[in-house]
């Protein structure tokens, strides 16, 4: 937002307020047309085999562990498993108006930051084999999850299409110490949940994602284990352009378009420990859980609070200014 915005942004709240006090409806400068998807939410997170890392992926995956040397154990994949997220103006006078005008800003301001996020439970971090002997060989069962939201804009009909607004992906390596690594590997906004206006001049947000995996296990002494075993970083796209919507991937090489970098760097965990007495040809119960927060880039948000507050601060006076109101 430039300069100008808070003198806007107040020009609009006092618009807001005459009418209000006229009984006529009143709103804020409407979304930019790629922001603003929160109804009909669906978060979804698949875990990737290594037969679906896609061409593309495993190029991605390559260069993001380049330097951990990982191993390529790639057994047979199992069943990929998702889950989805368990995710008017009035005619009024006076401290009453106030009141609805102070509401309507602290309910726009909520638009400008918003969440999503969901957990997948399963129960097969590990393929398991045995020889001969019964000796039991832990082989890596996933190379990496991929986040993905879909939703309709905030005043869709009933009969538009679900879109798909975000997309992310991660990797997951094992190398020779038996340490993992994961790093996100590409992500693309199409459609943000967080609002942004659709003023002239640039319309970024910013997206944080965080990350954590929650494990259970038995220990040798048949003591039962919960614990979250992984806390990584927060992930941060910073001014992010809505207008343009690009797919932001890790560098392959120096050759490729610094635009359309991601500033990742791996972080690592130990795995996901798994029970002494476990049989089958799996193991390692985990929850992987994601959040990832939207906000627009610009001051609107704090505009808004600001003159939230002010209202607030100054409504005495504001009313005794007002022809025929007075304070109660």
Same mark, same amino acid.
């Given at each position: 937002m430039k300069t100008s915005g808070f003198r806007m942004l107040l020009s609009y709240t006092l618009s807001v307020y005459l009418a209000a006090l006229l009984g006529a409806c009143a709103s804020f400068p409407p979304p930019h047309a790629n922001t603003f998807y929160d109804k009909d939410e669906t978060v979804e997170i698949k875990l990737l085999s290594c037969n679906d890392l896609t061409p593309d992926y495993l190029k991605l995956w390559t260069a993001a562990f380049e330097k951990q040397n990982p191993r390529w154990e790639c057994p047979p994949p199992p069943e990929v498993e998702a889950f989805a997220a368990l995710p008017v103006a009035l005619p009024i006078l006076g401290n009453l108006a106030l009141d609805f005008v102070k509401g309507k800003l602290d309910e726009e301001a909520s638009r400008y930051t918003q969440q999503f996020g969901t957990t997948l439970y399963?129960?097969?971090?590990?393929?398991? &084999?045995?020889?001969?002997?019964?000796?039991? +060989? %832990?082989?890596?069962? %996933?190379?990496?999850?991929e986040i993905k939201r879909t939703a309709k804009r905030y005043n869709a009909g009933k009969d538009e299409l679900m879109e798909i607004a975000f997309t992310l992906v991660y990797g997951l390596a094992?190398?020779?110490?038996?340490?993992?690594?994961?790093?996100?590997?590409? /992500?693309?906004?199409?459609?943000?949940?967080?609002?942004?206006?659709?003023?002239?001049?640039?319309?970024?947000?910013?997206?944080? /994602?965080? /990350?954590?995996?929650?494990?259970?296990?038995?220990?040798?002494?048949?003591?039962?284990?919960?614990?979250?075993?992984?806390?990584?970083?927060?992930?941060?796209?910073? #001014?992010?352009?809505?207008? &343009?919507?690009?797919?932001?991937?890790?560098?392959?090489?120096? +050759?490729?378009?610094?635009?359309?970098?991601?500033?990742?760097?791996?972080? #690592?965990?130990?795995?996901?420990?798994?029970?002494?007495?476990?049989?089958?040809?799996?193991?390692?119960?985990?929850?992987?859980?994601?959040?990832?927060?939207?906000?627009?880039?610009?001051? +609107?948000?704090? %505009?808004?609070?600001?003159?939230?507050?002010?209202?607030?601060?100054?409504?005495?006076? =504001? =009313?005794?200014?007002?022809?025929?109101?007075?304070?109660?």
């Open positions: 399963n129960p097969k971090f590990w393929k398991v &084999t045995s020889d001969n002997t019964n000796k039991k +060989t %832990y082989t890596q069962n %996933y190379y990496g999850f094992r190398d020779s110490e038996d340490i993992f690594w994961v790093s996100p590997l590409s /992500v693309q906004t199409t459609k943000s949940k967080a609002k942004v206006w659709s003023w002239d001049g640039a319309h970024t947000i910013t997206t944080k /994602v965080e /990350v954590g995996i929650d494990a259970t296990w038995i220990d040798k002494d048949k003591k039962l284990h919960k614990e979250n075993i992984a806390k990584f970083d927060p992930f941060v796209v910073d #001014n992010y352009d809505i207008d &343009t919507a690009v797919r932001l991937t890790f560098p392959i090489d120096k +050759t490729f378009d610094a635009a359309k970098h991601l500033k990742a760097v791996p972080s #690592n965990f130990a795995g996901v420990p798994y029970s002494e007495n476990q049989t089958g040809g799996y193991a390692g119960q985990f929850w992987l859980t994601v959040l990832v927060t939207e906000s627009d880039s610009s001051k +609107t948000k704090k %505009y808004i609070m600001d003159l939230s507050s002010l209202l607030d601060k100054n409504k005495d006076k =504001i =009313i005794q200014a007002i022809p025929g109101q007075k304070t109660k």
